[in-house]
């Protein structure tokens, strides 16, 4: 594990309190399936989540919210920079990069992590179209697996013997949630940020091209090519999950709860999807409020009653 100096926090324009507070702010603002910050979360984990999510939510916005691809790569170095600042022990500039330090420290969060998700979404400015499987797997290993080795050292998992394999199961999951996100979202991937992240080697063993893919947005409704497409995609997806379930006996019982959730939901979007019999161009697939609030309070009950509640799906 990487050694961390403690940080230099004596900057009067942010405290280390006002960033935590911050990155709460932050986290408790925006949409998502389900709340990183959520009853499920033990209390002593809260403000180490929020700030990571800040991380990840400031670095997701520079790269997709910018008016230029230029604009969003200076900002992607420059959180480059505060991430080595932070490891480095040195003060650091923004909101949130003085809580983010403080993290880092307590729990020896490698800097190498934060850099690999920068690094993904850099590649997002430059890469806009994949050509195998194992090209955008390679992807996935730097813009979701990261986080789910982040969760593991901040939850105290980190001197467990077997976190080897502990990553090796997360990575599974994280990529899997990774995938479904981007085929529940192949419609405003194109539409919005003219990105393609399905392998153009499976497209074309499908007969699908990209300009069909615009005729069947205009048109609304996804064709037997694009259908059978999908299938395949989806198919290959579900084996992550379902091996990324090992994971969850070695976690400790009072977190296993809440990161069983995530997994949850990502495998709901693939039933959704299913239901939909895989037509994603009429409309998004997405989890309805009852489907969310059943899932939640699932998990709730297995956190209560220390049930592995989701052992079966």
């Known amino acids: 594990m990487t050694s961390l100096k403690a940080p230099d926090t004596s900057s009067p324009s942010c405290s280390v309190e006002d960033s935590f507070r911050a990155c709460m702010e932050l986290a408790l603002s925006h949409y998502e399936n389900f709340s990183v910050i959520s009853r499920l979360l033990p209390r002593e984990h809260e403000r180490d989540f929020a700030a990571v999510y800040a991380f990840c939510r400031t670095a997701d ?35 949130y ?19 690999h998700l920068l690094d993904a979404f850099e590649r997002d400015q430059r890469q806009s179209r ?5 090209d955008l797997v390679t992807y996935c290993t730097g813009s979701a697996d990261p986080v789910g080795r982040i969760v593991l050292l901040i939850t105290a998992h980190g001197g467990k013997p077997e976190i080897d394999e502990m990553f090796r199961l997360s990575d599974c999951t994280c990529t899997a949630l990774q995938l479904a996100n981007f085929w529940q979202d192949i419609v405003r991937d194109l539409l ?7 392998p153009g080697s499976i497209m074309r063993e499908h007969g699908v091209t990209e300009s069909g893919l615009r005729d069947m947005i205009q048109a609304g409704r996804a064709n ?5 497409m999908e299938t395949d995609l989806v198919a290959r997806t579900w084996p992550l999950f379902a091996e990324g379930r090992g994971l969850w006996p070695h976690l400790s019982p009072r977190i ?26 009429v409309r998004r697939p997405t989890l309805s409020r009852w489907g969310k609030a059943s899932l939640a309070a699932r998990a709730w009950i297995g956190l209560r009653l220390g049930l ?6």
């Open 192 to 198: 919005d940020r003219d990105r393609i992240y399905i």
């Open 224 to 228: 037997d090519a694009f259908v059978k």
């Open 61 to 95: 916005d520079a790269a997709d919210e910018r008016a230029s691809r230029d604009i969003s790569l200076v900002e992607l170095a420059e959180m480059h920079r505060q991430v080595d600042r932070c490891a480095s022990g040195q003060s650091v500039e923004g909101p």
């Open 130 to 134: 994949y050509e195998t499987w194992e």
């Open 97 to 115: 990069f003085p809580a983010l330090a403080i993290v880092m420290q307590k729990h020896g969060v490698p800097a190498g992590l934060f850099h």
């Open 308 to 313: 592995d509640v989701f052992r079966n799906g």
């Open 256 to 281: 296993r709860p809440a990161i069983q959730l995530f997994t949850a939901g990502g495998e709901a979007i693939l039933h959704a999807i299913q239901r939909q019999r895989y037509d994603v161009v």
